[in-house]
Nanobody
């Protein structure tokens, strides 16, 4: 059984920084992508950033040059470093593991989310 566990959310002032962590517990395939998504009240869930097992990264347009995603494969952990946070970054941040197992097919697991609130 695979579990996706987020941590690091909280309250931060505008202009501040925050680092989120996403740990995947359990066996995962070599082919996988771990990503951060966020959902603000009344809005659709959107991709923030994702990183493949090989280190290829993708960022949402709104966070390019502001956020940095990285991963430690030995710990099955992905980090999202966020800088210059704005009130509009307030949302629940979810981590998702997507992968592919040979002979089985694709799979995906979501974490329960961590709240990030940007407010003075």
């Amino acid at each position: 059984q695979v579990q996706v566990v987020e941590s690091g959310g909280g309250l931060v002032q505008p202009g501040g920084s925050l680092r989120l962590s996403c740990q995947v517990i359990g066996s995962i395939s070599r082919i996988n992508v771990i990503g951060w998504h966020r959902q603000a009240p009344g809005k659709r869930r959107e991709l923030v950033a994702q990183i493949s097992a090989a280190g290829t990264t993708t960022y949402g347009d709104s966070v390019k040059n502001l956020y940095n995603i990285s991963r430690d494969n030995a710990k099955n952990t992905v980090y999202l470093q966020m800088h210059n946070l704005k009130p509009e970054d307030t949302a629940v941040y979810y981590c998702k593991l997507a992968g592919h197992r040979v002979g089985v097919g694709g799979y995906g697991y979501w974490g329960k989310g961590t709240q990030v609130t940007v407010s003075s």
